[in-house]
């Protein structure tokens, strides 16, 4: 009998393949095992192709603002939507072949199939039992869709299928609108499509702060049929699919199901393992070792439902890499300040803590709106709001919530600016190119500091604003 390998990677996707670089510095005994297509959800079907669609279709929504800046002749533009959608394909395909790259030199250590659990150092991978000292389990997720919507075919719709169709619409639901609902609903309503989006709850996009989401409301109401009401019901009509919320009706031709995902973790033995499985069938996973209870096992990314967002699910890799081929007691990590950013319009970004995790007692608010701030205002993008939490006692960064534009470059200072442990006024000692949308944040910081106790009065940090909004 073979000795025992060192490991086996159960998943090929970003989680998978982040434990996959760790493993191969330190051992050539291991396996990694995937059933269905190779490479990442998010080069194949999730964030790189939504975000092609949202280039084209942000680009093509400019038109409404060209002959603002004198451009005349924008009513002749017009979207093919076959041919973006071929476009979005091409460039999908691009980031595929990439991702396959990182599997396809791994000869006979690696294993496409079927892998079933048989216990914490024991895998079945299509009939045969492999011996293991540890085992990570990075099987991903796929979009919630439910059985009774099958029955509409080609025409009901997730991220797995959006992207392969020929034509859409012309009039398309989109139900649920979490981040995934919001991108897709307001990409296709861009282009040009009638868009009607439904959702159980009026907050979008994992928001807490009112005006923030408030704010949100306002952009995609500009852009869709917004409704807010009890769960969809969906049944065939004559000439397409009725979408039916409380008093609100629409039928469609399309139907995209954005109501959330599910970890790929049927058939999969957890149940093996020995230990307890909550309500969803999932065992308990350290979320800073990646361990699963005190087994030899380790569970990173979609499949433990805990952070189901790339950069955090490469860290998981990571960790677990590490860990299943630790001889000791697995290595405890920090993890990163929490960074969401959803690709709307404008951009919507939480950083660190929510609001809704905060006391208000303890914190100050600063706000800034884009409504007339000079360079979003030359760009005719002005509309947005940004709002900064800050420690009421020490004037420590804690958290913040914005819609606004350039938000993911907004939201990346201040996720740096919280990993450093920055004050509002260490924030404000920064220097601010102008004209620039950063300097929307730094009106948001003088509101913070203007509540705070001024504990250096000579510092650069402590400059006023000018007062003239162009220059601000």
């Known amino acids: 009998m ?7 990677i159960i998943g090929a996707g970003t989680a998978g393949l982040a434990a996959l670089r760790e493993v191969r510095k330190r051992t050539e005994r291991f396996l990694i095992v995937n059933e269905g297509p190779w490479g990442t959800t998010c080069a194949r079907v ?15 929504h400019q038109r409404h603002a060209l002959s603002t800046f004198g451009v005349q002749g924008t009513e002749a533009l017009r979207a093919d939507i076959p041919a ?28 496409a199939g079927r892998a079933t659990v048989l216990g914490p150092r024991r895998v079945d991978i299509d009939g045969r039992a492999y011996d293991t000292r540890s085992i990570i389990i990075a099987t991903g997720s796929r979009p ?19 992207f392969e169709q020929p034509d859409l619409g012309p009039r398309v639901a989109v139900i649920g609108m979490g981040p995934i609902g919001v991108e897709i609903a307001q990409a296709l309503a861009r282009l040009g499509l009638n868009v009607w989006a439904f959702s159980t709850s009026a907050q979008w996009a994992g928001l807490s702060d009112p005006a923030i989401n408030a704010e949100l409301t306002a952009a995609l109401k500009a852009d ?28 469609v031709d399309h139907v995209v199901a954005a109501i959330g995902r599910v970890p790929n973790i049927e058939h999969l033995g957890l149940e093996n393992l020995g230990i307890p499985l909550n309500d969803k069938g999932l065992p308990p996973v350290d979320a800073h070792t990646m361990q699963v209870g005190d087994l030899p096992a380790f569970m990173a990314g ?29 290595q405890r990590f920090d993890r990163r300040v929490p960074l969401s950013i959803v690709f709307s319009a404008p951009q919507t970004a939480v950083v660190g803590q929510r609001l809704a995790q905060l006391d208000n007692t303890t914190i100050v608010t600063g706000k800034a709106s884009f409504e007339d701030q000079g360079r979003a205002r030359a760009a005719g993008r002005n509309r947005g709001r940004l709002h900064l939490y800050a420690d009421r ?40 190119y102008h004209p620039t949308l950063e300097e929307g944040l730094r009106t948001a910081l003088r509101d913070a500091a203007s509540q705070l106790a001024q504990e250096r009065p000579s510092d650069l940090s402590s400059c006023p604003a000018i007062g003239v909004p162009a220059l601000e």
């Not at 999730?46 to 093509?60: H, N, R, T």
């Not at 091409?90 to 790259?101: G, I, M």
């Not at 919630?144 to 959006?162: C, I, K, S, V, Y």
């Open 2 to 8: 073979s000795p025992p390998l060192d490991t086996i």
């Open 46 to 60: 999730g964030c790189m192709p939504s975000k092609a669609l949202i280039e084209v279709a942000d680009a093509f």
């Open 84 to 111: 973006v959608l071929r476009h979005v394909r091409a460039l999908r395909d691009h980031f595929a072949a990439s991702a396959l790259q990182a599997t396809a030199q791994l000869g006979r250590s690696k294993r």
């Open 144 to 162: 919630h869709l439910p059985d009774a919507w099958l029955a509409f075919g080609e025409r009901m719709l997730t991220t797995d299928n959006l």
């Open 224 to 251: 869709m049929h917004l409704h807010v009401g009890p769960a969809a019901e969906l049944r065939e009509v004559p000439g397409g699919i009725e979408v039916r919320s409380g008093n609100h009706t629409a039928i």
């Open 302 to 330: 979609d499949a433990n439902t805990q952070v189901p967002l790339l950069h955090e699910a490469a860290d998981e890799g990571h960790i677990a890499g590490m860990n299943a081929l630790q001889p000791a007691q697995p």
């Open 393 to 432: 006692t020490t004037g420590q960064l804690r958290g913040a919530e914005l819609c606004a534009p350039g938000g993911e470059h907004l939201a990346h200072l201040l996720a740096l600016g919280l990993t450093q442990k920055l004050t509002v006024q260490d924030l404000l000692g920064m220097p601010f």
